[in-house]
């Protein structure tokens, strides 16, 4: 790949020069596909002429323009969850007070004498600058226009005409109205086509895939939102003993299994205001506040965790030990009044002198949750079922192992008393009057309003787990200090006795003086919740010096700790003081110990932590606290344990994250760039939660002119964002672009104040990562052998390798850096004023920035085309919906240019999906209209018409080119029918967006699309043929949709300038939609229930792999019949199931009626709505083409034009139409017939005359339609033809014949029917042509004509009542053929249709004789004629041998008059002749009449001889050499069988004319006389019942003696008769079976008086039929005209057996190939006597000595001789079998040679004694 330059020379908003190896050129020119001369389609002069006088002068630039307001900046505050600011007023107040930026900020504040920590600056502005969100109100959520709301279509239902069926008595009257046509009238019916239109699409049920559409989420600002929140609240604490001192309470969670707290501790009060008097005030180093009185405290967990318990702490003033201070409390019930009134005065002391120390009294612990993870509520009241006494000395260990056995415990007795707490989670939102972890208020909280129902929120110290990581998004920073143990054993202080030890600390900025005094940042506890300390205290124990603590101590931190910041815990000893001894010191401090808070730079970890303790303290401590000889130490070893917990928005624990935070913004200082590369190696958690600042320095750092800086900071950006994304939790793993970083676009992205600008640097930054990346990937291949000498100078072509780089790299977040440049473009437009001023949009980007933005476009290319798919087209998408976005921003023409590039650079196997997406989401941008500039357009025809159309038309310039590529040159349907779905959905968003529903405005949108009509008529599309259904139907909705509302002016400039080869393929274009889009309703419904089944067998196919459903089993048929179901997903394989014919399982059959209902009531008529609608359209345009063209058609020249007009008006005629559409057409054919009547009906050209006979057709059927007002419009136009023909011609002759051709073809497809309608329809034209004023004699032939035709019908009416009779019926067709001899055409058509009928009832041989009638007398016409199509009268012979009855037909032909469309059918030309006599050879074949297609074949060999076809004549050689072979085939095996014939006699007044007549009926060879009797009794007993049909026997009868009433058939098999002088002419099988004109049966009977079965007396008498024509016939019976009987004697009859009988042993012997099946069987029934006794019967009877005399001597000689004859010829057929057999029938052949044997002896004795007998009486 080759790329332009690629640097800032190349110009402003130019076209982009990019020229891929595999780009296609620039622009291809309507009428080819191939390549055609470059023309510049740039972008370049675009706002010029936006801005231009004509454009903004428009009378619809309201409708078409962008409009005010399109792109809106609205700043929203920053998401503050409290009501105060979380920030420190002090910094909060800082911050106020700097305009200019994060950088400037920055500066100012760590400037400052205030110090300020850099990132803390970031973080403060971060969290605390409000929202900039771009508002576009004309986008909706898909990212496309102002869309109307989908509503279903409810479609009225449409009524289409039903032919009559029967008679009804309502008149025919003519319209006068639809006879007169003159300007206006055909204005109104122009308007009247357009009127009340319906949207096309809304009848389309095609669903339309979702490409591309724009479906980038927004993401609300950021929220925290723990999984599990639990409020929980103690509601009452009673002892038994009662309320006799304070109190303090604690709740916490642990977690058993860990060992660990997993929250912070709850500190709170129950005490009444008469106890806490007991107590003295706060001390005056703390601070002031409220008193706090809440029970309530929120926590949250992350696992519903039957390991976490909540544990329970009751403490008490400091007196004692514990175990004297439980004592009062176990021993209540035995205390007198005197000693409870002393147990109180001593408490009311101590809480006076000690009321600021604690102790601990006794605790509990119970499971928040059960195993289930449902929270445990106590239903009796008493949820902690334990209060013990407090453990003294018990580690974290020890309690962690008693908490799943406190329940249980049983050496601790429980104190007496009454414990209810109650939980519950919360769901939604926290209640009303709730504080914050750092007692911020949620809500307004008003003075006096914190009680006891007010709730805190705890924070929790589980860390979250990968993925699911919370953000920081407020300012946070707190740190936990849990003090866990001390050990003062080895404790040594001359003065000071270390016994009740108590621990405080605070937080000091430096270490000057340990006794200095903090800052009021410690949160209190109880009552003090509200105040901030100074000093945070833990219990006391009691004589202990290894105490063990739980307190907990909560810091504010300060933002911006000092180096020397450090927490300092000093430790007293507490003495009580007893009344007398008052005065005593009640603290010692005992020692020190410090935690540095900033160790190493960085803030302290999290964990336990064991520190020192120092006896004093000197100055600067901190630097000598680990000299053990400045400072004396209690222990060389840390005695001293706490532990914990950083909860921090703006400080981090990770070390290159801290390092970073440290180095920034020190731009030039080497440890940034160390920072900064260290970024990726931090921990991931630690990124996500600080992500928002870490991006925010980033970007910073990026937007800076330090080269170094700025391209570390972008890779680690990309870094940064790849450990984001990774974080997926589980309601966004589905999410495209991961939510955190969308939200940070939408809500936190504010770019830097920077020049350049941001946007600019980053798109400079983006282009160099990536030719690095290339660079690298160059390297190493060459550096591993492979790509030798691969050059990296091209930008436009890096190595392939780099695609898995690109993909975890910038190319993968592509989407977000596009955002990022995009949103930082709006926003600076935004800040300067320049979103405002929409002329300035080409000044909004520096031409560097131009140059930078096409680079990355360029060097993304090779990515593209070499990556996969998805990959591929993720990466396309955010280019698509960049550029998108970028319109409403940028020079819409630089962002034409790089689309253009863009696309011309995709190639490949992505190329074709990626382009269809990108221009989709192109197509979705809301103002695309205007960005198209529809201004009206003029057609100046040309090699380059679409480029000029493209050039003031860029975006769908751009659409059109890239669908017309893809449809013309791809080989994938998928990404041709992508293609078509991507134009379909432009047009369909269109036309539901309410800006665009005025009719002027759709038709600019329609001519922006006028193109797509010229490259489709120009082939640019491809075949239409190639393309899957679905794809044409949706090509030719777009092609339908756009010529609707395309201008009429438009379209005349158009067909007046186009050529005819274009205008001829529109016509085939309008043509293919008509038949695309014609209703059909049974087949809508088939396809629609197979998918509906289908899916319900999908839905059940896991229940049928169970094998049951709805607990019914399901057979295995059902199985496999489902799973087949299943698999049939397309409208394509559904044609051939209906819904009659389904196997449905019967679970599922109430769900397929529920589909099929809404298929036939909605679907069904949705169909019908589309046809109506795309027939409208067709129409209208076709009309405006017939009245703009009119000169033109009615010339000679251009009768291309004509012919493909008129068709397209037959096709609108053809298909089934609604009653609401055809007057329309009626209307439309109206006033065709007035413009144009000189061309139909003056000129004589075929076709003209074919135009005529169509529209006559087309419009008599509607003549015959069951509407009233239907049948009266197409009689009236009907009659218009009539009269205009009489006009122009002075005769009605051409309407005439087309009339009559018409109502044959009626008759014919309504056979049997009474056609009232259409009766009453042409009476109806006589009498109004009586009335008409047009001269004579116009009447006269109008109401012959009608009478002939009226008459015609009624014949045709007997014709159906005989169909129950299909013999009859074919008599009737073939004589309705013979009264059409004047008319060759419906003679032809009738033969043909008698054709159709024989091949319907599988009388294959009659078929094929009416075929070779047809043509013979077809070619008799052409002749005739003198037609180039005649063939030589020489030829005719072979009709004649192959159908005897062919003479009979032609003797009916006459001599032909000059009348005008005579001979124009299909069959009177040369192609149509061919196809009809290949027909005939193709029945003949199956029929296996052999040699009658072989004559055939002798017709088509000459006519290929003649006329030089030789590959024709090869092919029928090569069909007669296997016809020959078939023929020896048959002949020497026998295996052929020819017909059977049937003689039938019909008796019976039924009969009608067949009474009393007898017929040779012609069946199949394996048709019986059963068979047949069968079938005509049920026939002939359908129609009259059963019981009438009698069957008589084979015997002699007198009709006279047969009841009339009743219907008697007798039937006898027949033979063929072949006179023995024609036998030996008729020498082959099928010979002796074609040609057949008699036919015979035998009849045997005995005397009168004599029993019929003794050869003696049993008679024969044969019957000899002759018929009317020969077999075989155009009719499967023919008539019997002469009969003759015979009657032989007994000895005749056995002189005929015998004789027989030799005949078929000499064919069987002597045949000239054996076959020894049938020799076997006539042996068997010859020699065998005991199989057959005849011959030696015969012998007995008529050659014994007791008959002598008795039979006629001749007669007697002549059998003598046939049984000499059967004896030899019995003899030489076994001789034959014997040579034939194989040695598995030497058995058989014994057998039978033993039968000869015996037969010989016994026949040759009773031929020997009767010679002796002859030659005895020769010697008398």
Known sequence: MQSGS??????????????????????????????????????????????????????????????????????????????LSPLPESLANELEKIDGGEQQAVAVLVASPKVVMPHVVACAIAYSRPYFHVRRPFRDAHGRGNIIPPVKAIFNPLRFEVLSKDATPEPVELLPDLLTLNAEVMRNDSMERRSERQQLWQMVSIPIPQLLSDTRDTVAPLTPKPPVSVIVELKELKFALGEKEPLFCSLALYHQVLKRKVSETFYFELNSDRILAMIPPPSKNNGEGAGWKGRRCIFHVYERSEHLYLVLRVDKVFTSSVKDAVQPYIKHSTLKPKALAKLSKELEYQCLQLGQYRQALAWSAYPLFYPNGSIRVAHDGNSFQSLIRAPTDITDEELYEKLPTFLAEKKLKPLPAKVVIDARELKNELPPGCFTSELLPLSPIGQGEVNATTARELDTFEKQIWPCIDPHTTFKNLLFIQIKSLNFANYSHPKVNARNIAIKAKYLSNDTDPHAVGPAIIFGRGRDTLNMMREGQSGTSYRSRRPTFTDEIKFLLPHSPTPGAHILFTFYDIAPQKKEKKGKQLETILGYSVLPLIPDQIILEDGLKQLNVAYDLPPNYITVLNETETIKLVDKKPVFVVETFLKSSIHTQNKPLARFFNAYPNLTHTSLIQAIEGIPRADKEEIVRFYIVIIDMLLSICASQHVDPARKAFKALLAVLAIVDQQRAPESQGSEHHPLLVAYIDNYFVPPKTSPPLFEQLSKLWAIYILEVAKQQAQRATEDGGAAGASNESVAAPPVAAAPVHTTGAHKFAWFLFSIILRALTLHAHSSGALLEDRERSQRMSESQKTDLRRVFILMLPFLNLAPAPEAAQLNTCVALFLKDLLAIADRGFVFDLAFEYTRGLSGTNGPALKVSFVRALCDYEHYIAVNLPLPDRIDVGPQLTQKLWQKHLFVGLLLDVVAAICATDASPVNRLLAVNTLRASLQSHDVDVRYQDAAVRERISGLYFPFILMFVAGRLGPLANKTPEEKQTLLLCFIHILTHTSRQLLHQWWTKESQVHLKQFFFILNECVRTFEYNPMADVEAKMLEAKAKSMAALQVSVDAGSVRGKKISRKEKKEAKRAGKIGTLSSAASLTPEGSPVIPTVSANLRREHVAVTEHDTQRAAHLCQEVSLTILDTLMGFMVDMEKRLSGEEDEVYMEDAFSLFIVLLQIAQADSFLPHIFRAVRSIVYIYSKLLFLHNGKAQVSIVGQLTYYILRHCNANNASVRSQAT??????????????????????????????????????????????????????????????????????????????????????????????????????????????LRVTWLSQLAEFHKKNRALEESAQCKIVMCGIVCMYLQMLNSPDQIAPAHLIAFRNAAPTLPDHLKEIPHLDTEEGICTIKQFTRDGLYAELQDAISLLKQREQYELAMEVYRLLTSIHHRERDFDALRNCFTDLEQLCHKIVASNEGGGRLFSKYYRVGMYGADFGESNGKEYIYREEPCVRIADITGRLKEQFGKRFGAERVIILPNKPLDPATLNPGLLHIQIVETTEYIAPEEAQLRSSPFERAFNIQRFVYETPFAPEGKKLGHMADTYKRRTILSTIQPFPAMTKRLLVTSKDELVLTPIETSIDLIEGRVQALLHEAHAVVANTKTLQIVLQGSVLLQVNPGPLEICRIFLGEDTRGAYPEPHVERLQKAMQAFLEASGAALHTNNQLISADQIPFQEKLEEGYIDAQKQIGDRLAFFELLLEWDLVC
């Open 6 to 83: 690629t640097n800032g020379g190349s110009g402003g908003s130019g076209a982009v020069r990019i020229t891929p190896a595999t780009t296609s050129t620039r622009g291809p020119v309507a009428g080819t596909a191939s390549s055609q001369p470059l023309i510049d389609i740039s972008g370049k002069l675009f706002e010029k002429l936006y801005h231009s006088t004509v454009v903004q002068n428009d009378p619809l630039k309201v409708q078409l323009l962008v409009p005010d307001g399109d792109l809106t900046i609205e700043q929203v505050p920053a998401y503050k969850p409290t009501v």
């Open 1276 to 1385: 009236s136009l009907i009659y218009l033809m009539l009269r205009k023909n009489f006009q122009e011609r002075n005769n009605i002759s051409r309407m005439k014949l087309q009339m009559t051709i018409a109502v044959e073809r009626m008759v014919q497809a309504t056979l049997g029917k009474e056609d009232s309608h259409l009766r009453r329809s042409l009476l109806a034209m006589s009498a109004y042509a009586k009335t008409d004023k047009v001269p004579s004699p116009y009447a006269a032939e109008v109401d012959e004509l009608v009478r002939k035709l009226v008459t015609s019908m009624e014949n045709h009416v007997r014709m159906g009542q005989y169909a129950y009779d299909p013999e009859i019926t074919a008599e009737l067709f073939l004589q309705t053929s013979f009264s059409y001899t004047n008319s060759p055409d």
